[in-house]
């Protein structure tokens, strides 16, 4: 079961991922976390992205997807994977395809979760969190008992900066305009499934079962 998926920030990919981890035991690939051990561990394709960290460039595709194949062949992956975070470009998609066609293993689906934009403001605008505790509470979801006040400890309701409307907007902006070319490539694959990620998070895991078998 080689999975990819996709959802805008607040599309409710990280609980989908948890359920896709335990129910067909295959871990769950994030570029970023992967490219951080590699670099910790030292490997060849490591040491390659951290000289180009050290120097302050980008790592290119190539190093990314050494370091995609090197986790690709351990042994966790034999039963499939969840890829998170790539790719992001079409080079990096044709690149990864031929990657795993050297290896003998395609992408079996890849699965969007799709939330309206409006909606995803509101999920992210709407949180507050407790400037003493950490609590974290939703305007209209999950309100606290007293407006601004912590229900745990009293402390102040606050909202994060990176959670104001102009910058949720701006990042799923981003977000589209890298997705869309993909969610075309995929589409002509016939591989590409869009999910509704407005449903009941339990209806949207029923979905995915639907897919995926
Ligand atoms: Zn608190």
């Not at 790539?86 to 998609?93: K, L, S």
């Not at 995803?120 to 979801?141: D, L, W, Y």
């Not at 591989?191 to 209806?203: A, P, S």
């Amino acid at each position: 079961m080689n999975i990819m998926l996709f959802g805008a920030p607040g599309a409710g990919k990280g609980t989908q991922a948890k359920f896709l981890i335990e129910r067909y035991a295959i871990p769950q690939i994030s570029t970023g976390d992967i490219l951080r051990a590699a670099i910790v561990d030292g490997t060849e394709m490591g040491l390659e992205a951290k000289k180009y960290m050290d120097d302050g460039k980008l790592v290119p595709d190539s190093t990314i997807i050494g370091i995609i194949k090197d986790r690709l062949q351990k042994d966790d992956c034999k039963k499939g994977f969840i890829l998170d975070g790539f790719p992001r470009t079409i080079a990096q998609a044709e690149a990864l395809e031929e990657m795993m066609k050297d290896m003998g293993i395609s992408l079996d689906k890849v699965i969007s979760l799709n939330v309206p934009d409006e909606l995803i403001v509101g999920r992210i605008t709407g949180r507050r969190v407790c400037k003493e505790c950490g609590a974290s509470f939703h305007v209209e979801f999950n309100p606290a008992k007293e407006e601004g006040k912590c229900d745990f400890c009293g402390g102040e309701l606050i909202t994060r900066k990176d959670d104001t409307a102009e910058t949720v907007e701006k990042r799923l902006e981003a977000y589209h305009a890298q997705t869309a070319p993909l969610f075309k490539f995929y589409s002509e694959k016939g591989i590409m499934v869009d999910l509704d990620g407005t449903k009941e998070v339990e209806e949207v895991t029923k979905d995915i079962i639907k897919v995926l078998g």
